[in-house]
């Protein structure tokens, strides 16, 4: 579907077998979705930060629960999911129940693909990974990227409750996350009617909630509308493809170490620009959430809510640029505007110095 042109409507559509539970309060139905699921005992999993609240809730389950394992790390590192491998069968678990972002639902994925191991997950974050059947994971500081159906969680719990306490310059950059997920999705190449009215739907919740949580970090209501808006957008990056914007992100944080949802913040502005005329069409209704202007409001957003703008500010020095422009040309892959090394430079160059996008 070229934009500029208005071909017949034609698409093809696959909705995500997922079941979503929202709601304030809904941490106390992990038991009961276990059981929905066949489950008898499951393997409680988060972060060493978070393994009080899984302590909690194992308590909580009480023998449906085997055990806590709080291992889980950024980027879904091999060695840590063997040792959750075998925390898992040690314990005689059945099922997995994963507490917290996308590293911890990174680890839960991981362990399913293994061995077919139900998942219900309970999502702290913005960043979507709940809803999708992708997985990346590291061995020996290569990143690969792999997309199953035995991955994407069966069940998802959505409780605005647990994510009052998340810092709130995490959840802003949490929150563009998200959104840059719904802007590459409405250009996606493989887009169908239902994904792009996610996608704008996801943008407008999380666009109103961020200011709202910014300035009052323990409002329930906007928090629920965030996790509502972060739950479309991860939808959306479940069903169609990515392009440029997940592209530049992935090669900075996997080949420089930058950290994941401030990186998304910073490139999705100018990645937004890059594509701006090429989209047009596509991007027309988020431009329009933004008094017509995305990549320039995307940028104006980040700074009212006091998100890094700059590369540079994340540690990445000027003279990794080149090697960083290399890296994201290096194999072909789809976008609306064709990938050329020297526009790209040119974007990372803004991205690096923080300048607001054309
Ligand atoms: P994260 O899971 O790494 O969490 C960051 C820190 O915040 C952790 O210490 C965590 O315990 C803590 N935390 C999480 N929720 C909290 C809460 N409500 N309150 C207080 N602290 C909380 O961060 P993330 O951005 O959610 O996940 C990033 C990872 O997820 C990356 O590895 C990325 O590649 C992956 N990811 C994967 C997909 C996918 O579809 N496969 C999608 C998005 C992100």
């Known amino acids: 579907m070229p934009d500029g042109s208005q071909p017949a409507l034609e698409f093809t559509y696959a909705s995500s077998p997922a079941r979503i539970v929202f709601g304030r309060g809904t941490l106390a139905r992990v038991g009961e979705e276990i059981a929905g699921q066949g489950g008898n005992r499951a393997l409680v999993l988060a972060t060493p930060h978070q393994k009080a609240d899984a302590e909690a809730l194992a308590d909580a389950l009480g023998d449906r629960a085997a055990g806590v394992f709080a291992e889980a790390a950024m980027h879904t590192p091999v060695e840590v999911t063997e040792r959750a491998m075998a925390a898992y069968a040690a314990s005689g678990a059945d099922c997995v129940v994963a507490l917290g972002g996308g590293s911890t639902i990174g680890l839960g994925k991981a362990i399913a693909y293994r061995n077919g191991a139900p998942q219900v997950v309970v999502a702290t974050t913005y960043a979507g990974s709940e809803v999708t059947p992708i997985l990346g994971q590291t061995e020996n500081g290569v990143k690969t990227t792999l997309r199953c159906p035995s991955i994407l969680p069966e069940v998802v719990i959505y409780d605005p409750d647990l994510t009052l306490g998340l810092p709130v310059a995490m959840s802003v950059t949490s929150g563009f996350n998200a959104i840059a997920h719904a802007v590459e999705g409405l250009y996606a190449q493989d887009r169908n009617p239902v994904s792009s009215l996610m996608a704008i739907e996801g943008i407008r919740a999380l666009v109103q909630a961020l200011p709202e949580i910014v300035a009052a970090p323990r409002d329930a209501q906007a928090r629920g509308a965030a996790l509502y808006g972060?739950?479309?957008?991860?939808s959306v990056l479940g069903t169609v493809g990515m392009a440029l914007h997940h592209k530049l992100c992935h090669t900075l944080g996997g080949s420089f170490d930058l950290p994941h949802a401030e990186t998304h913040t910073i490139i999705l502005p100018h990645s937004a620009a890059h594509n701006a005329a090429a989209a047009a069409n596509a991007l027309a209704p988020a431009a329009a959430l933004f008094g017509g202007e995305l990549a320039g409001g995307l940028w104006d957003l980040a700074g009212e809510l006091g998100a890094p703008r700059a590369l540079k500010d994340l540690g990445l020095a000027q003279s990794d640029l080149d090697r960083a422009a290399d890296l994201a040309v290096q194999?072909?892959?789809?976008?609306?505007?064709?990938?050329?090394?020297?526009?790209?430079?040119?974007?990372?160059?803004?991205?690096?110095?923080?300048?607001?996008p054309e």
Not at 230 to 234: A, Y
Not at 332 to 354: F, H, K, M, S, T
Request: net charge positive; proline share 10%; glycine share 6%.
């Open 230 to 234: 972060s739950w479309l957008c991860g």
């Open 331 to 356: 194999n072909p892959y789809w976008n609306p505007r064709p990938v050329e090394r020297d526009a790209i430079r040119a974007l990372l160059q803004r991205a690096w110095a923080g300048t607001r």
